[in-house]
């Protein structure tokens, strides 16, 4: 009989030891793991670093995957004497779940880093108890983000806002350019910018003038030319890089000169192409701009003087230029 029991408490252990791997194995497949994506505008905030550690710090993990399918975006900027930070979580597919905002009680953003990773902490134990049971994730604007009660002083909460896809944020703005392409010669001109912005892309329309620019003497006459018009721009936002699809239609306004009967002529001038912009945040509400342009000519034009051709438009132009843009809304 002893040998009975001891040999049913080895198959018993070993049955154990051999399933104990997967039990964890299991348990670590339920543990959600999101991509953080973390926008701060204003330097007294926690930094990312510092975000996710104190997020690790209180679920014993690192739950941050670049690779994972799920969005986690907080952005961090300043609301008049307070601080604001807007959470948004994506399910699988990378649409919004929901939103959540916090404010600082007072003028010190330690507290709301606070808040943010507790906010953060509940947020992703809510999901791994929904994966454990087998429930569909529900969306955040229905689950509970407000923290838990803590230590911690002045950790606060405000009241839920709606799904982050219907936060969108007005910019306007403008720059200086220089330009390639558009005359006869290099020529300089400016932009007007009015921007309808949302967490990771927008859409921009952008109202453009060139200075006049021309051939130069070339003692049967000149041609000089100037484009005004407007581009369509939509947007892709990253921390600092802004890549735009651009397409722009404008007035191309000719004039022949040096000659005994100058002529002007204006005609249609489109072109299609890409924008590369980097923006940096300054203030609570300001961006720097820098962009560079590179369009493919769709109506190619020609001007004359005295019936000689004198200077065609390339299949390609482009311009670089600086700027801003400020938020109204």
């Given at each position: 009989?002893?040998?009975?029991?001891?040999?049913?408490?080895?198959?018993?252990?070993?049955?154990?030891l051999?399933?104990?791997p997967?039990?964890s194995?299991?348990?670590?497949?339920?543990?959600?793991?999101?991509?953080?994506?973390?926008?701060?505008?204003?330097?007294?905030?926690?930094?990312?670093?510092?975000?996710?550690?104190?997020?690790?710090?209180?679920?014993?993990?690192?739950?941050?995957d670049?690779?994972?399918?799920?969005?986690?975006?907080?952005?961090?900027?300043?609301?008049?004497?307070?601080?604001?930070?807007?959470?948004?979580?994506?399910?699988?597919?990378?649409?919004?779940?929901?939103?959540?905002?916090?404010?600082?009680?007072?003028?010190d953003?330690?507290e709301?880093g606070?808040?943010?990773?507790?906010?953060?902490s509940?947020?992703l134990?809510?999901?791994?108890?929904d994966t454990?049971t087998?429930?569909?994730?529900?969306?955040?604007?229905?689950?509970?983000?407000?923290?838990?009660?803590?230590?911690?002083p002045?950790?606060?909460?405000?009241?839920p806002?709606?799904?982050?896809?219907?936060?969108?944020q007005?910019?306007?703005?403008?720059?200086?350019?220089?330009?390639?392409?558009?005359?006869?010669?290099?020529?300089?001109?400016?932009?007007?910018?009015?921007?309808?912005?949302l967490?990771?892309?927008?859409?921009?329309?952008?109202?453009?003038?060139?200075?006049?620019?021309?051939?130069?003497?070339?003692?049967?006459?000149?041609?000089?030319?100037?484009?005004?018009?407007?581009?369509?721009?939509?947007?892709?936002?990253?921390?600092?890089?802004v890549?735009c699809?651009?397409?722009?239609?404008?007035?191309?306004?000719?004039?022949?000169?040096?000659?005994?009967?100058?002529?002007?002529?204006?005609?249609?001038?489109?072109?299609?192409?890409?924008?590369?912009?980097?923006?940096?945040?300054?203030?609570?509400?300001?961006?720097?701009?820098?962009?560079?342009d590179?369009?493919?000519?769709?109506?190619p034009?020609t001007?004359?003087?005295?019936?000689?051709?004198?200077?065609?438009t390339?299949?390609?132009?482009?311009?670089?230029?600086?700027?801003?843009?400020?938020?109204?809304?």
């Open positions: 009989m002893r040998s009975i029991y001891a040999l049913t408490f080895i198959i018993v252990s070993c049955t154990t051999w399933l104990a997967g039990r194995e299991a348990a670590e497949s339920l543990r959600p793991m999101v991509r953080l994506v973390y926008q701060r505008d204003v330097s007294e905030c926690p930094s990312e670093q510092e975000l996710r550690a104190q997020v690790s710090s209180r679920l014993g993990r690192d739950p941050f670049n690779t994972a399918p799920q969005d986690l975006n907080v952005h961090v900027f300043r609301r008049e004497t307070k601080f604001r930070a807007r959470v948004a979580l994506t399910n699988a597919a990378r649409e919004p779940s929901g939103e959540r905002t916090l404010d600082s009680s007072g003028a953003c330690a709301l606070v808040a943010i990773a507790v906010a953060i509940i947020a134990e809510v999901v791994a108890a454990a087998h429930k569909p994730l529900a969306p955040l604007e229905h689950q509970a983000l407000e923290p838990k009660p803590t230590h911690e002045n950790a606060t909460v405000i009241s806002m709606p799904s982050a896809g219907s936060h969108a007005l910019y306007v703005g403008g720059g200086l350019h220089g330009a390639a392409g558009g005359a006869p010669s290099l020529s300089v001109g400016g932009t007007l910018l009015t921007r309808l912005r967490p990771s892309w927008s859409i921009g329309i952008e109202g453009r003038a060139d200075l006049p620019a021309g051939t130069g003497d070339r003692g049967s006459g000149n041609a000089s030319a100037s484009l005004l018009g407007g581009s369509l721009l939509p947007c892709a936002h990253t921390k600092f890089f890549p699809a651009h397409g722009f239609v404008g007035a191309l306004s000719g004039v022949g000169e040096g000659i005994s009967a100058p002529q002007r002529a204006t005609t249609v001038f489109a072109a299609v192409g890409g924008r590369a912009a980097f923006e940096w945040t300054v203030g609570r509400d300001w961006i720097l701009r820098a962009w560079v590179v369009l493919g000519t769709v109506t034009t001007l004359y003087v005295n019936n000689v051709p004198v200077w065609s390339p299949s390609l132009s482009g311009t670089l230029g600086f700027g801003f843009v400020a938020r109204i809304l």
